[in-house]
């Protein structure tokens, strides 16, 4: 029976979580659901949260040992980077196509702006003094991050998982070097804690259609808390806005990730079962607006349903999660130029140029958290010298632009999980059920 799959559950979960949430604005349940329903959704995202850090460092382990090679590593390592790149690149470029093309900023009306403006002034401090500590680290950092003083402490924060991802590596790498009987004991126990972890994925998942419910309904009330219908006629004034973003998000995901996928594919697999694989992922990175969240789930079914290898996935997965961010960059592109235009400033080709620089930048900065998009766009507006106040023009209706760039975010790890697994011939026999 159809409605037996778990992506067709997590489907219905959504809509009713959705239907739910509207019925509890309106009867005046608020207080109920925010009490006793949101709690659900969570416990089911720190439930995920929580199995992140050991299964990154259990399935990166188990796959570094079996590759019992350390150069493959380095050449996989190269090419998912660079990889991450273009596809980021093309992300900035797609969104500003789109949004010089539709030019939605030209059409807001003078007084929304102004009240848009009035609303948000307040809130828009906050995310400037992030932006600001983001932007004072030196260049280096990111680097001089990825290596750790004490592994207990970056596997206490999981917005620390590339440090998560360079002691598994390092672990890994000594292992191999160890080798002999006890060198093999270890890679037995860290194969055996993977399946473990593997299985309690599975368990969580099997929550998944209650929490995405539930996190739908607590997300409708948050919102109806300010006002839904503000919010309502918020979506409708920027509505060219979002139509422009989710545009560029659509053509991104069909022209570059289609094209990557059919190219190392070689008609194996299809589109339309590549999306069916992925599918549940990308359902939790809607509800949850989190990649670092949907990483464990991300991981099982691109290794599962798309047959990619484990030493594949556990080292690409895990680092797209934290640095790339096709969505997060384009629609740092769209609403960059959207608040120029509504501003009345004509950004140059020098200007535009920049923002391509600095969205890539700033998205591989961006945690995979939501609403980690917007804070640094702060940098991407500072850098072509737009006022970073101009972001109250669009924070009404972040929240659910945030949900659909995450979708892309993940499916992006996903599609360049495939092709590096595709070029270094790690792919398996996919598993198409469920
Ligand atoms: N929420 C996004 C993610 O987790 C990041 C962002 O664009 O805010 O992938």
Known sequence: MWYKKLHWQIVIGLILGLVYGLISSVAGLNDFTIEYIKPFGTIFITLLKLIAVPLVLASLVAGVTSLNDTTKLSRMGGKTVLIYLCTTLFAVSIGLLVVNVAQPGKTLPEETRISLQ????????????????????????????????????????????????????????????????????????????????????????????????????????????????????????????????????LLHIFIVYASMFKYFSKGKMSLFQFFKAIQPAMLLGFSTSSSSATLPVTLERVEKNLGVDEEVASFVLPVGATINMDGTSAYQAVAAVFIAQALGLDLSFTQQLMIVLTATAASVGAAGVPGAGIVMLVVVLESINVPTAGIALILGVDRILDMCRTVVNITGDAAVSYAVAASEGKLHEPNFED
């Open 118 to 249: 009035e609303t948000y002034s307040d809130s828009i401090e906050d995310r400037e003094q992030s932006a600001k500590a983001v932007k004072e680290r030196g260049n280096l950092d990111i680097l001089v991050n990825i290596v750790p003083d004490n592994f207990f402490a970056s596997a206490s924060n999981n917005s620390n998982m590339l440090q998560v991802v360079f002691v598994a590596i390092l672990l890994g790498i000594g292992i191999i070097h160890l080798g002999g009987e006890k060198g093999k004991l270890l890679v037995n126990v860290f194969d055996a804690f993977n399946d473990v972890i593997i299985l309690i994925v599975d368990l969580i998942m099997k929550t998944a259609p209650y929490g995405v419910f539930a996190l739908m309904a607590g997300l409708i009330v948050d919102l109806a808390g300010d006002d839904l219908g503000k919010a309502i006629e918020l979506l409708s004034a920027l509505g060219l806005y979002s139509i422009t973003l989710i545009v560029a998000l």
